[in-house]
């Protein structure tokens, strides 16, 4: 419990403006997080809900993440089952530098992560196979292709978030795209129009 207050303290003070973090009421080993998709991404504007429960184990061991995928496989470490792949997790290999280290990690750090690392620019490179392949032209194409379906990916999650938001989110989702409304729409007829880069990651 008092690493768990620990860890409070810290996304309290250090919670970046586009990361939000609730805590059920009676249960302050779960939350709830949502990460905004950074801007210069295919998923900039969108919603990402995370999951979070320590372990009783913790912090020996890393939070439990689940993700809201509504059934959509928008991201290589994000599966549809809401599985979340990450070194820092423990749920993928990694260097001894990139799991999750008792002394050191925090929750903080690991939604950071996500919203830098995984939810990133080019989402293809997330797969290890693909990552040292940057020249491959036929390699490139792939990733160009990937990064537009992961945008129309979190255009449905859009969709999906507008018509069911998670609890306790309601007002925040809504009142989120009525701000984002005009950016979205023209990223999308710009995607439309096969303008890639000057659609969704030319929009401020």
């Not at 009421?25 to 919603?47: F, N």
Request: charged share 20%.
């Amino acid at each position: 419990m008092k690493k768990i207050m620990q860890e409070w303290e810290i996304l309290k003070e250090n919670l970046p403006e586009s990361i939000y973090v609730l805590v059920y009421e009676g249960k302050i080993e779960l939350m709830r997080a949502v990460i905004i998709g950074a801007t210069g991404s295919p998923y900039h504007d969108g919603l990402f809900f995370f999951d979070l429960a320590f372990p009783s184990t913790n912090p020996d061991q890393p939070p439990q993440v689940s993700y809201h995928a509504h059934g959509l496989r928008l991201n290589p470490n994000l599966y549809e089952s809401g599985r979340v792949c990450f070194s820092l997790l423990n749920t993928w290999s990694g260097g001894r530098n990139e799991l999750w280290d008792p002394s050191s990690s925090t929750v903080l750090q690991v939604l950071v992560s996500l919203q830098g690392l995984v939810l990133n620019e080019e989402p293809f490179y997330n797969e290890p196979h693909y990552a040292t392949k940057k020249e491959n032209k036929y390699i490139t194409s792939m990733s160009k292709a990937y990064t537009k379906e992961a945008f129309v990916s979190s255009c449905k999650m859009m969709q999906y978030l507008m018509q069911s938001p998670p609890k306790n989110f309601e007002g925040f989702v809504v009142d989120h795209f009525r701000k984002r409304t005009g950016v979205i729409r023209a990223a999308c007829k710009a995607y439309l129009k096969g303008d890639a880069n000057v659609g969704y990651y030319g929009i401020g």
